[in-house]
């Protein structure tokens, strides 16, 4: 065995040891009814010195003493108005309304434990070891300031301070923070005095404290240097805000580290880079027995410098022009971490002296920061990602919003400049709002926290369109670049190639991300080619300027939203704004009709989830057509998309984007554009929204213009279309005859598309009449026909099918059938097709005689409905209605109510769960 496991044996035995006999310590909790004070509190903390290896001699002689230090601390607590929150370990935690008194308690506890100390020390040493006392040492440590009060404890990072100062105290010392030092300094005890013993760095905090001992004549005063950071050699810069952690991000830079002799933190600007590093110094401090050193290379210009201001840092003195060897020569033998922030601009330079040290100085270790890597053998990079911030759509409850890093960060910076600023119902979703269009960047976060002086978080969120204005304004003593958001970002785009800048405001015109290939055709001309774009676009990545990301088995690009506006903005200025937007909508023209085929296909799934991350693209596509009077092209990229926009729920704004198509003059000639456009607008209004009489015109309009220019593909869909709607208002006979002729033209063309969602309506046709058996007939032999593969018609025919069974008193089959609709769905996001699923899972439950569940799952339907602002087709309606009318006519009315109000507090997913209960099924 090692000496460092035997080591960490010897740890583990003594941490047991010590827990072993803390479980047996009584707790002391407050007294019964005594309040917590509450505002600004001043908490004491302390700790016995040196206790584990009394556990290991002297178990009996430690558990007495024990009791006796913790009655000594009682007393003195509770006679000085203060309340003991909790014990810890060997510890006491406690709290007091004003500091003096807390103070008065620390001394009065000295002074009783110092006398039993004494008295300890005085026994014969001839006495039996049993019988020896032990002398106990106890550390103290007064912190005063504001903590959340939450279940009779309280939490926050004033406890943290707290908690670390006591740390760095020896047994019998009185620690005071600087805030506790100044509100006791005028009520000290006589005799009693402060001794300033200077400013401490701790692990896990971000700023300094000073600290001063309490000096009274009856305590000892003569104690080693504190354990703290300062006893480490390191020039970190001291912080004077918080370091909001990153979701376990700084834990895993440390064990890069143990691994790598050089790590390189790569990010956009104002990412956090530096922060995170200066906090991954301050953590590994003691492992570097010759420090931690912080070396600033942002204002440097001069790529011959870095070598200087490394050595200038490390204090290394040299009469003559430095070169690398002096300097590796120097830290040959050192163990310690530099810190090389803000490489960037000197990357070459950086590079060098990184590659020299890993080659030469085997104990020294360099964590870099930067927009890019170093790009040498030996190196790790580690992307910075923004913090997380919450999608509004999924909460609901401020203590959900308040977990979020970019929250914790905004809110915490507002109330720096607003003392009055707390997170409320009202004002998060502007909250949030802000740290998504922020990207979570903390810089961002806290250039816009600061106009909290000016507007209200509503104000700041609604002006973020204009970010570069907005958020100015930043810290008097930053670099000039930090202090707004432009210059941060002026400062990447300086160093970037002048194709490298061409190809950087060109992106911009993407929304939301794209792919590859999008960028190849819409970026190039004019001093981009297309064999360029390849590399221009992984020299952006590298920079830190462009994410990339995986989605569905694809690479994915896209800016941060602040890096897109800048870039926006520089497009604008190049005058070359107007053509790559046109490039930008001719791209997505044709790849809308390339896809098209592809969501009436056996991949639907697939290529909807393709299509997903495309949608603000196909929006801003759209507005560029309708901007420029590209009518003929903004038309042909909705006619191609519209059931993407129908089965992603967002069919009223393709609706309405239609409408507004059909009413300009370009598409007013009776062209085939017009007739796919009337036909995509009649679907939409009648087949979604179920008004038939609004949706017929456009149908009859794109019917007439097929048929006279002779487009079957049309004919055959917009009679089939009429058919449905005569079908929903009862005019059967029209409705057979309408189907029978599309029927008959598909199978001459073999649409098979065509030809399988006739035989749908028609098996909607044979149910809405009582023809169940006919119906459930229809529905397997379109399943047969279509293949029994994942897509929004095939669990719309499973469900169709389910509810024929329950129809014909086969409740279990139904359920089964039901059931599989209901994931299929949920799997492809149609929260429409969901709550119709979940409505006739509650007809299955009333078949079988569960009336209160199925009342919750009627409520819960509705719920899901209103939840997307959707309505149940014609025949799930008339099954709904029934339904509820059952439940309502068969249950008493309080067991109603109370079923109902049950459902309607379900969320999609709860609700989900109940509708698929095996109980609903026959065994």
């Known amino acids: 065995m090692t000496q460092q496991q035997v080591a960490k044996t010897r740890i583990d035995l003594q941490n047991a040891i010590v827990r072993v006999h803390s479980t047996s310590r009584p707790h002391m909790p407050p007294k019964p009814g005594q309040p917590l004070p509450t505002g600004t509190v001043t908490f004491l903390f302390t700790d016995i010195e040196g206790s584990t290896p009394l556990w290991e001699q002297s178990p009996e002689a430690m558990r007495a003493a024990l009791a006796g230090h913790d009655g000594s601390l009682r007393r003195a607590i509770e006679s000085s108005n203060g309340v003991i929150v909790k014990t810890t370990g060997d510890g006491v935690h406690a709290a007091f309304a004003l500091a003096a008194d807390a103070l008065a308690a620390c001394l009065a506890a000295q002074r009783e434990l110092r006398s039993a100390e004494t008295k300890a020390l005085d026994v014969d040493p001839a006495s039996p070891p049993s019988s020896v006392p032990v002398a106990l040492r106890v550390r103290m440590a007064l912190h005063t300031g504001v903590a959340e009060l939450r279940d009779g404890d309280y939490f926050g990072g004033t406890l943290n301070r707290a908690a670390r100062i006591m740390s760095a105290a020896h047994g019998g010392q009185i620690l005071l923070s600087a805030t506790t030092a100044e509100l006791v300094r005028r009520q000290l005890p006589a005799g009693t005095t402060l001794r300033d013993v200077g400013e401490h760095q701790f692990k896990g905090l971000p700023n300094s404290e000073r600290l001063f001992q309490i000096v009274a004549p009856d305590l000892r005063d003569d104690f080693p240097p504190l354990h703290s950071l300062k006893t480490k050699a390191n020039n970190l810069p001291i912080q004077v805000t918080s370091f909001i952690n990153r979701a376990g991000e700084q834990a895993a830079i440390v064990l890069l580290l143990g691994s790598h002799r050089l790590v390189t933190l790569t990010g956009a600007g104002g990412i956090g880079k530096t922060r995170l590093s200066i906090a991954i110094g301050t953590e590994l401090l003691a492992q570097y027995s010759d420090g931690v050193w912080f070396v600033e290379l942002a204002s440097l210009a001069d790529p011959a410098l870095v070598f200087q201001t490394i050595a200038t840092t490390l204090g290394l003195r040299f009469e003559s022009r430095l070169d690398l060897t002096i300097l590796t020569n120097h830290l040959h033998d050192k163990r310690l971490l530099l810190i090389l922030d803000n490489c960037e601009h000197l990357v070459h330079a950086c590079a060098q002296f990184a590659d020299a040290i890993l080659r030469t100085c085997p104990q020294v270790q360099v964590l870099a920061t930067s927009r890019e890597a170093l790009g040498i ?92 204005r907005l958020l100015t304004g930043g810290s008097r003593t930053g670099l000039p670049r930090q202090k707004t958001l432009r210059s941060l970002i002026d400062w990447s785009h300086t160093l970037l190639s002048e194709s490298e800048q061409f190809l950087l405001r060109r992106l911009s015109v993407f929304a939301g991300g794209w792919t590859f290939e999008a960028a190849q055709a819409v970026c190039t001309g004019d001093g981009i080619s297309d064999d360029s774009v390849l590399d221009l676009l992984g020299h952006l990545v590298d920079k830190s300027l462009v994410v990339v990301a995986e989605h569905d088995g694809q690479s994915r690009y896209r800016l941060l939203e602040t890096i ?337 109000a049950d459902g309607q507090t379900l969320t999609i997913e709860q609700a989900i769960e109940r509708a698929m209960n095996e109980s609903l099924s026959d065994l």
């Open 377 to 468: 053998a030996g190196e790790i990079a580690r992307p910075v990602a923004s913090m997380q911030t919450p999608d509004a759509s999924q909460l609901v409850a401020v203590a959900q919003v308040a977990r979020f890093e970019a929250v914790r960060l905004f809110c915490e910076r507002a109330t720096a400049v607003r003392s009055d600023f707390c997170l409320t119902n009202e004002n998060a979703p502007a909250v949030i709002q802000i740290c998504q269009r922020l990207d979570g960047i903390p810089l961002a976060l806290e250039l816009a926290s600061a106009r909290l002086k000016m507007f209200s978080v509503e104000q700041i969120a609604a002006r973020l369109d204009d970010s570069f």
């Open 564 to 900: 897109r506006q800048y870039a926006r903005d520089k497009l604008l200025e190049s005058r070359e704004r107007d053509r790559v937007r046109q490039q930008h909508l001719d791209f997505y023209v044709w790849w809308s009709e390339a896809v098209e085929p592809q969501f009436i296909g056996n991949e639907q799934i697939i290529w909807l989830k393709r299509l997903d991350p495309e949608l603000d693209n196909l929006r801003a596509a759209l507005d560029w057509s309708m901007e420029t009077r590209a009518i003929r092209s903004g038309s042909r990229l909705l006619c191609a998309s519209y059931r993407f926009w129908w089965l992603r729920g967002q069919s009223r704004e393709a609706f309405q984007r239609l409408v507004d198509f059909l009413i300009q003059p370009e598409l007013a000639a009776p062209t085939m554009d017009r007739a796919r456009a009337l036909f995509a607008a009649g679907f939409l209004e009648g087949w979604v929204h179920s008004r038939f009489s609004d949706a017929r015109p456009f149908l009859t309009e794109s019917l007439a213009i097929a048929q006279e220019l002779g487009d079957k593909k049309c004919i055959v869909r917009a009679q089939m279309h009429l058919g449905v709607i005569a079908q929903y208002q009862q005019d059967y006979q029209t409705a057979r005859s309408l189907f029978a002729m599309s029927k008959a033209l598909a199978l001459a063309e073999n649409d098979v598309f065509a030809i399988r969602n006739i035989l749908s309506y028609e098996a909607d046709d044979a149910f809405m009449q009582g023809e169940y058996e006919r119906a459930k007939g229809l529905n397997e032999a379109c399943i047969a026909y279509r293949g029994k593969r994942e897509g929004h018609d095939l669990a719309y025919l499973l469900r169709r099918l389910g509810q024929c069974h329950l129809q014909l008193s086969h409740a279990g089959k139904a359920a089964g059938f039901i059931r599989e609709s209901l994931m299929m769905n949920w799997g492809f996001g149609d929260r429409q097709g969901v709550a119709a699923c979940i409505a006739a899972l509650a007809a299955v439950a009333l078949a079988r005689g569960q009336k209160s569940e199925a009342t919750a799952l009627f409520a819960a339907a509705e719920v899901a409905l209103k939840s997307v602002r959707a309505q149940l087709l014609h025949i799930d309606q008339t099954a709904y209605d029934r339904g509820l009318a059952a439940v309502r006519s068969q249950l008493d009315r309080t067991v109603f109510d109370a079923a109902w």
